[in-house]
Each structure stands twice: as C-alpha cells, then as structure tokens.
C-alpha cells in the first residue's frame, strides 16, 4: 500500500509596510532604530528619514504586526505613532 500525503501549499511570502512618526534628533536616533529594529521577528526592511522624523518598517505580518514593532520602538526609547494618511 503506498500512502500519499498531501501538504498544504506554502503561502507566499507577503510584506507589509507601516510608517511611523517618531522623534528624532540626529542621525544616532536613526542609527540606534536601524540597528535595533532590524532585529525584531519579522522586520524585512527599514528606512529612516531625519528630515521628516518618520521611519518606515516592512515586514512580514505573518511573524509581527503593527502593535508589535511599537513595542520594540518603545523599549529602545523612541515611542513612535502610526503616521495618519
């Protein structure tokens, strides 16, 4: 008797992005952002811009979500809000 198995068909990899409003100072703040965000689950990319004190953070919502990355910007000491559209 020979078993077949059927597996479920991966999703595929989906990004979402967010962008946040957050005070920064100086490039340091970008600094201390890009090098500790980058390391929350699921973060795929971050882009930090001084001049209009946002920070905008891809990421995977199967592995993170919107609640999630404000947490670990308030950890670092740099709370940060939703940009409103």
């Known amino acids: ?3 077949v198995m059927a597996s479920k068909p991966e999703k595929p990899a989906t990004k979402e992005t967010v962008v946040l409003t957050c005070d920064l100072h100086c490039q340091g703040c970008c600094d201390k ?5 980058a390391w929350e689950k699921g973060v795929k990319d971050i882009v930090c811009d001084l001049k209009t004190k946002t ?7 199967r592995k993170t979500d919107v609640e ?3 947490k670990a ?13």
């Open 68 to 70: 999630t990355l404000l």
């Open 55 to 61: 920070v905008a953070v891809t990421y995977d919502p």
């Open 1 to 3: 008797m020979i078993g």
């Open 33 to 37: 952002i890009m090098k500790n965000i």
């Open 73 to 85: 910007f308030e950890r670092i000491g740099k709370p940060a809000k939703v940009k409103k559209a």
